[in-house]
C-alpha cells in the first residue's frame, strides 16, 4: 500500500495540489515512509488558523504551521496515521514573498516542520 496524502483546502486557495503531494511524498520519503502511512493536510485562512491555535494551545496568534499528531502504530488496515497539518495559506503566500523565495522551497520547509511536531 502506497502513503495517502488527504488535502483539503478552501476554493480560492491558489496552490498546485500536485505539487503538494509531490512536496510531502519527498518529506515522508526523507523519514522513511516510503508506504503505509496516511496524513492529512489542511491549507486555511487567517481566522480559522488563529481560532485552532486558540483553541489548542491557547496562543492568540496566527500561526504558519500547526500539527496534530494522531499515532505512530498501524491500524488494522495497515496504515500508521501520522495525523494532520494544518497551513496558513496567506502567511505561506506572505512568507514567499517576504524572503523573495520560491514556493515549493517555503512549503517544503513548513511541510518538514509539521512532521516534525507530529513525530514528537
Known amino acids: 500500500?502506497?502513503?495517502?496524502?488527504?488535502?483539503?483546502y478552501p476554493?480560492?486557495?491558489g496552490l498546485d495540489k500536485r505539487l503538494v503531494v509531490t512536496i510531502m511524498e519527498q518529506v515522508l520519503k526523507e523519514r522513511g515512509y516510503k508506504k503505509n502511512m496516511e496524513i492529512s493536510?489542511?491549507?486555511v485562512g487567517q481566522?480559522?488558523?488563529?481560532?485552532?491555535?486558540?483553541?489548542y494551545r491557547e496562543m492568540s496568534y496566527i500561526p504558519q504551521?500547526?500539527?496534530f499528531p494522531m499515532n505512530k502504530g498501524k491500524s488494522v488496515d495497515g496504515y500508521i496515521?501520522?495525523?494532520d497539518i494544518v497551513i496558513c495559506t496567506q502567511?505561506?503566500?506572505?512568507?514567499?514573498k517576504f524572503q523573495k523565495s520560491n514556493l515549493e522551497t517555503i512549503l517544503s520547509d513548513?511541510?518538514?516542520?509539521?512532521?516534525?511536531n507530529l513525530l514528537k
Open 91 to 96: 502567511k505561506l503566500k506572505y512568507e514567499v
Open 65 to 67: 504551521v500547526l500539527g
Open 41 to 43: 493536510l489542511m491549507f
Open 81 to 83: 496515521r501520522l495525523g
Open 11 to 13: 476554493k480560492k486557495w
Open 1 to 8: 500500500m502506497k502513503n495517502q496524502i488527504l488535502i483539503k
Open 47 to 55: 481566522k480559522k488558523a488563529k481560532d485552532l491555535n486558540i483553541k
Open 110 to 116: 513548513w511541510l518538514n516542520h509539521g512532521v516534525d
